[in-house]
């Protein structure tokens, strides 16, 4: 099993996506994390589950919510490059990848 890093952008967008169901409604942000969490389990038992994407990237798409974690397989490691969410700002993270 490959260790999970995130990179600093992606922790953001997770903790903007978690104030944001948060305000929505008190508790969702801490699932929006749970699912985030089993996610990331599967991607580190299974890094080549995930879809393939965009330039050496695989992103894996969260069951509750509308969001993806995007990623790239290192040597290893897994770096998580994006919390992105599936409709807003398509690609915006493409230059995180190294």
Known sequence: M???IFAPAAE???ADAVAFYDQQRAGVGG???ES???ACEFIAEHPLAGEPY???TRRKRL???DYYVIYEIKRDIIRVV???HESRRPNYWRDRVR
Do not use: G, V
């Open 2 to 4: 490959k260790r999970i």
């Open 12 to 14: 953001a967008e997770l």
């Open 31 to 33: 699932n929006l994390i």
């Open 36 to 38: 985030i969490e089993a």
């Open 54 to 56: 965009h330039h050496r």
């Open 63 to 65: 069951l509750a919510y």
């Open 82 to 84: 994006a919390i992105a």
